[in-house]
């Protein structure tokens, strides 16, 4: 029993509790094609100095984006704290068409409060001169160019991640499209030099505030998030076999909920969270099922003597799309889940894995094995038009972001393994190299 305890030694970790090292992401390519826009350090109206620069958190978020280019600080031609101070024309002549301004003022509570604008530069350039219009029969002045004006009280501890949502509001109301900064990713850490080499670590999705939830002395693979962002399923190798668990990362309570003969892995919450898709080899092959979590009945979705592996729900969750080397070599197919007909979707390339759909399931992201090696491809499942989105030799385990505007994934540099971005469209590229290990597996979270 004692040896069973000190190998097991899950640590089942609270998750405030810091993991030894934090990612730093490194911006590697797309800067110079995004969209120029002003993030003007926020006006601090108190004594010492903030927790955190709210300011250049944004201009991180909207920078890693890789559809905006923020003006270094140096290079403002002013530091306007609202509207009325904006010198139009001398952003305008920087080709700025959106300029971002805000103030916190600490209150007698000892929080900080914090007003933000949005400002259409290029409508206040045009209306500066006369902004004025009717409002119930009277000339007034008009606001139009301020396209969003937000206020929040925020805790010193939560400035950080206000910030993000701040980028997000920004990042929404230029481009049309939810942001996903605030939204966290899990992923493996393999630290040889460890007691427990194998650990469960979630961060931000920049790295920041990284903890560690998890580490073993045996194999942890596989995290995937709960649509609700409270859980991961996951597979661990605690008791000399692979088997699959569901952990809430708030209470750091976990549940087994599959160790069935041989292998038990890939599991994927359905949309609604009710049911695990998940690839058991208990009759032979490979094959996938879904069990639904409060009966753990379980259905068996594909059958034969190829192997089905990787199982991804589609947004609807009527389908799933997964790995099969039915066809020779493996290649992607989506199976409905109604009548059980499957179609093969890659011929590209000699292998297609390790697929994911994007939210709005227009999109199939996978890993596509040509001469250049493995990289992260992307499949119009509208036109059938493939584009290599990565250039790397070994590039593994793609996510995609909750917003489907970017994919994270694990790549080989240095012959060691980290996590990467790239955009959906290719342009845009940045790593999050680890300080200490190697990572791999990672898993994009929802929407906060």
């Known amino acids: 029993m004692k040896r069973w305890l000190m190998s097991l030694c899950v640590a089942l970790l609270s998750f405030s509790q810091l993991a030894q090292a934090e990612l730093e992401l490194v911006i590697t390519e797309g800067v110079d094609s995004a969209r120029p826009i002003g993030v003007v350090p926020f006006q601090w109206q108190g004594p010492g100095e903030l927790p955190t620069d709210m300011a250049g958190v944004v201009a991180s978020d909207l920078r890693r984006s890789g559809k905006f280019s923020p003006v270094d600080a140096s290079k403002m031609p002013q530091t306007p704290y609202s509207d009325e101070q904006?010198?139009?024309?001398?952003?305008?002549?920087?080709?700025?068409?959106?300029?971002?301004?805000?103030?916190?003022?600490?209150?007698?509570?000892?929080?900080?409060?914090?007003?933000?604008?949005l400002i259409d530069v290029v409508r206040g350039q045009l209306t500066s001169g006369d902004s004025r219009g009717l409002q119930d029969g009277k000339l007034v002045q008009t606001k139009d160019h301020v396209l969003y004006a937000g206020r929040?009280?925020?805790?010193?501890?939560?400035?950080?991640?206000?910030?993000?949502?701040?980028?997000?509001?920004?990042?929404?109301?230029?481009?049309?499209?939810?942001?996903?900064?605030?939204?966290?990713?899990?992923?493996?850490?393999?630290?040889?030099?460890?007691?427990?080499?194998?650990?469960?670590?979630?961060?931000?999705?920049?790295?920041?505030?990284?903890?560690?939830?998890?580490?073993?002395?045996?194999?942890?693979?596989?995290p995937s998030w709960s649509p609700d962002g409270s859980k991961l399923a996951y597979v661990s190798?605690?008791?000399?076999?692979?088997?699959?668990?569901?952990?809430?990362?708030?209470?750091?309570?976990?549940?087994?909920?599959?160790?069935?003969?041989?292998?038990?892995?890939?599991?994927?919450?359905?949309?609604?969270?009710?049911k695990l898709a998940m690839v058991l080899s208990k009759s032979g092959s490979l094959q996938i099922y879904v069990m639904d979590l409060q009966t753990k009945a379980l259905t068996q979705v594909t059958n034969g003597r190829a192997n089905n592996t990787e199982a991804f729900w589609d947004p609807k969750g009527d389908s799933l799309i997964f790995t099969s080397d039915r066809g020779g070599k493996p290649q992607i197919y989506r199976v409905n889940l109604a009548d059980g007909s499957t179609k093969r979707l890659t011929w590209q390339g000699?292998?297609?894995?390790?697929?994911q759909l994007s939210p709005d399931g227009r999109f199939l992201v996978m890993v596509n094995r040509s001469d250049s090696g493995y990289n992260i491809a992307k499949q119009d499942l509208q036109t059938g038009a493939v584009q290599i989105l990565t250039k790397t030799f070994l590039d593994e385990s793609p996510s995609i972001a909750p917003n489907g505007s970017m994919v994270i994934y694990s790549s080989v540099n240095n012959k060691s393994n980290e996590l990467s971005l790239v955009s959906i469209d290719g342009r845009f590229k940045a790593r999050l190299p680890a300080t200490n290990g190697r990572v791999r597996a990672p898993s994009w979270g929802p929407f906060l």
């Open 350 to 355: 000699s292998q297609n894995l390790g697929g």
């Open 237 to 274: 190798f605690e008791n000399q076999q692979s088997e699959i668990y569901i952990m809430d990362i708030y209470k750091g309570t976990r549940e087994k909920v599959a160790s069935y003969p041989r292998h038990n892995g890939s599991p994927r919450f359905s949309p609604d969270g009710n």
């Open 86 to 117: 904006v010198d139009y024309n001398a952003w305008t002549s920087m080709g700025v068409d959106a300029l971002v301004t805000g103030n916190i003022v600490l209150n007698a509570e000892g929080n900080y409060e914090v007003t933000y604008q």
């Open 152 to 222: 929040a009280v925020v805790d010193g501890k939560q400035m950080r991640k206000y910030s993000h949502r701040i980028a997000d509001i920004i990042y929404e109301k230029l481009t049309g499209e939810k942001g996903a900064f605030l939204t966290r990713i899990a992923y493996v850490v393999v630290d040889d030099k460890s007691k427990y080499p194998y650990q469960l670590r979630v961060a931000d999705y920049d790295g920041y505030n990284e903890r560690l939830v998890l580490k073993s002395q045996q194999p942890l693979m596989s």
